[in-house]
Every structure is written in C-alpha cells, then in structure tokens.
C-alpha cells in the first residue's frame, strides 16, 4: 500500500507563488504515475497536472497552464507542484494522487486560498 501526504498550502495573495509537496511512503516501487487534483465545493474533481514515472509532465486547464509546473524526485518519492502567478480562481483544495498496483492513491488534500 502506498500513503501520500501533501504539504505546503496556505493563503497567499493574488501574483504570489506557492509549492505544493506529496511525499509517498510504504511501497514507493510500485509507484507509477502521479498527479495533483483540484476539488472545489459543488465541483467534480478536476485534473490539475500529471507526470510519468519517467518524469515527463502534462499540465491542464487554461487556470493552469504557463504557470503550474509539476515535478517528481523518485530518489526522495515527492512529487511537487509550482504554482506561479495564482489568482483567486486557483483557490481550492489540491490532492495529490498516485497510481500503484492497479489502484489510486489519494492524500487528504491541501487548502489553497489566493486573495485578491
């Protein structure tokens, strides 16, 4: 089984930056590919950003594109995402989710709140 534990939330102003980390533990090599979800109040769970167990990323949503960068260090099982330039629209709670064994991993998610 795998555990994911995000950190690195918070309130920050509109323009300012912010790094999300997960770090995994339990049966890391079993890991393949990674990502952050986003979940808002009402709101299906949206794709955020993903990346491969080689490292190869995918960011989504015109909110994120440019601007959110995904990355994983195998060696220290993290995977982090760069948030730059948010805005107010970026405020939500972010997951980070795993896939391992067939099955998806999830944390308990991290508040994220950009104000004006």
């Known amino acids: 089984q795998v555990q994911l534990a995000e950190s690195g939330g918070g309130l920050v102003q509109a323009g300012e930056s912010l790094k999300l980390s997960c770090l995994a533990s339990?049966?890391?090599?079993?890991?393949?590919?990674m990502a952050w979800y986003r979940q808002t109040p009402g709101k299906e769970r949206e794709l955020v950003a993903r990346?491969?167990?080689?490292?190869?990323?995918?960011e989504f949503g015109h909110l994120v594109k440019g601007r959110f960068t995904i990355r994983r260090d195998n060696t220290k099982n993290t995977v982090d995402l760069q948030m730059n330039n948010l805005a107010p629209e970026n405020t939500t709670v972010y997951s980070c989710?795993?896939?391992?064994?067939?099955?998806?991993?999830w944390g308990k998610g991290n508040q994220v709140t950009v104000s004006t």
């Open positions: 989710c795993a896939q391992a064994e067939g099955l998806d991993c």
């Open positions: 339990g049966k890391t090599w079993t890991i393949g590919g």
């Open positions: 990346i491969t167990r080689g490292g190869v990323p995918r």
